[in-house]
């Protein structure tokens, strides 16, 4: 971000901190993708109801706005809804369409401390502070997260369908294989599987779509955030619940089944205790399989990307060869019936 | 004839360096992309040592399985355009329920995918097999 855009954010959160002046101490790119850029910002803030020191993160798309996934304002309109109903998020706290300012649309939320690295998160004990209380606290933010419920003006740019969730999904992911130049008979046997057990359409609530370790920060006392939202719509809230324990987000810790950190039982806990509700675990088996089916497909996505040069990665290339061995795991859960 | 060591062991030879020399001077946030490149290696030395072997045999499963045609896959381009058409006969014939249970193939469709899966991941991650 140049000395002008600087200077013109300044302005801005001025005008949106109600502050007779900010000064910016500290801009930096902290990590840039094809989608959208966080910088880090500190800034002192003179005057107004946010007076004092400003830590804070500033998410823009990025410059070639690859739009796959919500915009900056849907973002945040989420990330508002999810704080006013309890979960831990980062506060968002002024969001900017006018692409005069930056030159594109951007939010500033509060900056929260961590790290949200999995490889981290399972294996070094440190983060996340004690693991039973971990695995609740995930349990309980998750069920925060499901007292959502539609209808919500602040959301209504999330799609809404009428099917069983389960069936929409199916479908969904069938439109897609349809599009590609290579066949997956695999996927295909796991998607009959699906549809033939997929459960009625329930109680609907919003889903976080990618709640998992990786996507959560946590410091050495415990979590201190909920991430990556850009996947949030609405559907059956077991769909979340079997994305999280599935094994392959269990990132090699196959003895901690709620997500590499827990165990099912105290995450199971903790989402029962805030939600009053128990889980029908029958029906999470079945979110599983979803889960390896969804991540599948997303996979052949991202390797697409890399493929068809929209997005040159390494990252992106290997995730192709991540692709078989969900295959395996989806035959070996549905070999039966 | 060409010369050896051929190319999946130089990736073998790289791959050590990569791992026992170069991995321990770089900074902590490079090291991950270090190890994506020595995976990417690993990936690639496991398929050229296997070469066409597993696909032809795939394709020889395939053929019949779906009572196709055995064709003519002389070069690897013919052999890719011969296993895209046959894969997508069988995806058709499981989304129409030909491996629903109680069909009469069902089994040995579930076999041939399961043996098509585990070729691929022993290119891809053979650890994964062991776990």
Redesign the interface.
Known sequence: MNEQATQALAQFLAGAAGASAVQIREMRLLSGGAIQENWLLDAEINGGPHAGTLAAVVRCDSPSEVSVSHGRPQEYALLRTAFDAGVTVPEPLWLCEDREVIGRPFFVMRRIGGTAAAHLMVKDGRYGGDRRQLAERLGAELARIHSIRPPQQSLDFLPWYEEAPALHQVRKFRDYLDGQHTPHPTLEWGLCWLERHAPPRDEITLVHGDFRTGNYMADEQGLTGVLDWEFAGWSDPLQDIGWFCAKCWRFGRNDQEAGGVGSRDDFYRGYETVSGKPINRDLVRYWEVMAHMNWAVISIQQAQRHISGEEESLLLALTAHITPELELEILNMTEND | MRDQPTGAELLAAAQKVMRERILAILPADRKH?AL??A??MS?AARQLEQGEAPERAELQALAGLCELTPVEAGNPQALHAAL?EA??E???A??A?A???GQTQRGA??AH??Q???Q??L???PK?LK?
Do not use: C, F, Q
């Open positions: 992309e994506m490149i995976n990417a990936i895209v894969n997508r069988l995806a058709s499981i989304r329920g491996a629903a249970p469709i579930l995918l399961r098509v899966a585990r691929r991941v290119e891809s991650n994964y776990a």
